[in-house]
């Protein structure tokens, strides 16, 4: 049943005004205190609350702007009630507060009820289109949500969890049209671990997955932003960083190198110790004159590194004459 607030200090107006709602079918909550009205607005959430304007201690438009100051109460629609005296700026003053509708007394019953009612209506359709409007908000908020993480599937490898080739495709582009206009180096490592097809063939492709995310930790750690690591197939890794000449890649790849060698594989009985070849190349010197190239010529420096005994560093050089 629909719940509506009275408030009017006159005792008489109060009963009359209570008993015309009762009537038609509303549960009346009533108070001749208007300084308590908000307290039972509040905590009762009435529906509709129809106030006397002229009432001692708080007047009906306080009262209206107290109720609209409060998140809790500032959606219940006011309907107030006016003398006869009332003039167009009072009414003014009320609408402009948050009233929606006023009544004159003495109130006529049937224009008490009409009011009422619409008044009750569209408080209602209010709320469904508020109800609306949130559920529409909360699925957006999912959509973004999925749509978030489905990007980010696209450009992670779900074995290591980096990122994955198809982003670093995207990176190593968008860096090397960045570093080409603002002047700036860019460096590119390849890194492939060596004798990797035996690890598999000896201890099967689970272990040869473990090893990989092993490796992928290994090479993730110390990265700077901006830096971007991504398993570029395989048992081979991309290392792009922007802002850095190939003597520094070169410092980082040595100490990358290092770190593998150095931290044995182990799992249960089973310790394996794995080494990584790196081959570093930068844009300097008009050298790459485009990404593919750069990467061309980081993949024929691993190569020299694998052909010169594994488990070494190799900065691509600029072919002599
Ligand atoms: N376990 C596992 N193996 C993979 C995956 N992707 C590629 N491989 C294997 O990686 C191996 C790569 O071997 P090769 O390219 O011959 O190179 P390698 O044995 O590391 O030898 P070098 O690079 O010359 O030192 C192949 O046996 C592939 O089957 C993967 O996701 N998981």
Known sequence: MQQILVVDDELEHLNALCELLQGGGYQVLRTSRPERALAIAESQRPDLVITDWDMPGLSGIELIRQLKAHPATRDIPVIMCTGSMTTAAHLETALQAGAVDYVRKPVEPIELRARTRSMLQLAASYRQI???????????????????????????????????????????SREFSNSRRYGRPLSCLLLDIDHFKSVNDRHGHLVGDAVLRHTAQL????????DVLARYGGEEFVLLLPGTPAASAQALAESLRASVAQAVWVQGELSLPLTISIGVADNLAGQAEDETALLRHADAALYAAKRQGRNRVVVHAEPVG
Do not use: C, F, M, P
Not at 219 to 226: N, T
């Open 130 to 172: 508020l109800a609306k409007e949130q559920e529409l908000a909360r699925q957006n908020e999912l959509l973004n949500q999925q749509k978030q993480e489905l990007h980010q599937a696209a450009i992670t490898d779900r074995l290591t969890g980096l990122h994955n080739r198809a982003y670093l495709v995207d990176q190593l």
């Open 219 to 226: 090479l993730s750690r110390g990265l700077r932003r901006g």
